[in-house]
């Protein structure tokens, strides 16, 4: 029914940013939230930024100040603008949307020292 694209993952050095992207196709009428998740390797994966329908956003502590996530209703497409990034930001970023509880197939982001 929904599926979502993830893009703009890659290598960057500590210090540097990226931009993710990710687009929904297919019927989205229905989506009122889209998050950010976020797994490095022998962690749980867990929750970065959401933002829903109304553009209100909250941040996970370990990126306040740095990460931004905003959405284009219009588009259907949200973004992670990721500045001042560290080596522990290192992981699979993951889109998610619900109702529905969608989820994209992941970018990787590596942040060297």
């Known amino acids: 029914q929904v599926q979502l694209v993830e893009s703009g993952g890659g290598l960057v050095q500590a210090g540097g940013s990226l931009r993710l992207s990710c687009a929904a196709s297919?019927?989205?009428?229905?989506?009122?939230?889209m998050a950010w998740y976020r797994q490095a390797p022998g962690k749980q994966r867990e929750l970065v930024a959401i933002?829903?329908?109304?553009?209100?956003?909250s941040y996970a502590d370990a990126v306040k100040g740095r990460f931004t996530i905003s959405r284009d209703n219009v588009k259907n497409t949200v973004y992670l603008q990721m500045n001042s990034l560290k080596p522990e930001d290192t992981a699979v970023y993951y889109c998610?949307?619900?109702?529905?509880?969608?989820w994209g197939q992941g970018t990787q982001v590596t942040v060297s020292p």
């Open positions: 297919g019927s989205s009428f229905s989506i009122n939230v």
């Open positions: 933002i829903r329908s109304s553009s209100r956003q």
């Open positions: 998610y949307a619900s109702p529905g509880a969608y």
